[in-house]
């Protein structure tokens, strides 16, 4: 269903930096705008624990290559002052009614195709992105989670929802196989209090809470096991790329130092564009 921007004159909202009071608090994003005059799906692409958005940006290429497909890329900014996103149900900003009212602006002033809007995140913004399937009562038709997917657990009934997460079998922040996060620094005797199950627990989870059928496993890539969930209520899948030796890293050209290795014949980008292309409309 086309949003009501697509009959709105004028007040639309340009690509680059623009600006959003929410919770009293005045808060940032960056918007990359397509061509063309829509009805566009939207992507919500979500910053780590200490990074911002225009490295997110950047890292991830959503916002080039999400408008070549004809995607409006929202890339937000955590609140003013903080290191990361405030999820569901924790004190902190209300980063999910903030990112609520967001998408609601950009249906007022862009031309929304309101049944496809999605999320993605890295690390920390991945354990964001993955809690919007239940946070936000299934308005998102997918996610994409990479280097996170532990981070977030399913609700017990979430909405018929696509997944798809990239996860690294040597990530020294998010461990594959589970256990307390090693972010270092002031933030490490925090996250001695926290225990994250493994990534195949957490997949396994959103299966069982999605009832989905049981699913296959291939090698895309010599380094590569992929778990594809194709029978699951909706129409929707599951996928879960699990990279041998992978760091806490996007999948993909750009190598980061210190985050670990990057499977650079693997592209999460285009990956995850393919993966919300071919997810049904709510």
């Not at 990112?99 to 049944?115: H, S």
């Not at 989670?145 to 532990?150: E, L, N, R, S």
């Not at 009934?157 to 798809?164: F, K, L, V």
Request: proline share 10%; net charge positive.
């Amino acid at each position: 269903m086309a949003s009501s921007g697509c009959v709105a004159r004028g007040g639309r909202l340009a690509s680059g930096a623009h600006q959003l009071t929410y919770g009293g608090l005045t808060r940032r994003y960056l918007l990359a705008v397509p061509a063309g005059p829509g009805p566009h799906p939207v992507l919500l692409n979500l910053h780590g624990l200490g990074s911002d958005a225009a490295e997110q940006a950047a890292y991830s290429r959503l916002s080039q290559a999400g408008p070549r497909r004809g995607y409006l890329v929202l890339t937000p900014q955590a609140a003013p002052g903080r290191l990361a996103w405030t999820l569901p149900h924790t004190a902190g900003p209300d980063d999910t009614g903030y990112l609520a009212a967001l998408l609601d602006q950009l249906e007022r002033r862009q031309c929304v195709q309101t049944g496809r809007e999605f999320a993605a995140g890295l690390s920390y913004g991945a354990g964001l992105a993955a809690s919007l399937v239940c946070a936000l009562d299934g308005r998102l038709s997918g996610v994409a989670a990479v280097a996170g997917i532990p981070i977030a657990q399913p609700c017990p009934h979430p909405a018929p929802t696509t997944i798809i997460a990239f996860h690294g079998t040597a990530d020294h922040l998010v461990p594959y196989r589970g256990g307390h996060p090693r972010p270092g620094g002031d933030l490490q005797k925090l996250a001695e209090l926290v225990v994250l199950p493994p990534v195949g627990q957490t997949m396994d989870a959103w299966a069982a809470a999605l009832r989905c059928a049981a699913p296959a496993t291939t090698r895309p890539r010599p380094r590569v096991r992929l778990r594809l969930w194709k029978t699951c209520p909706g129409r929707t899948t599951l996928r879960l790329y699990t990279v041998d030796g992978g760091g806490h890293t996007w999948p993909g050209p750009i190598e980061v130092p210190g985050l670990g290795d990057t499977a650079r014949d693997l592209d999460a980008t285009e990956l995850i564009l393919d993966t919300f292309d071919r997810a049904p409309t709510r």
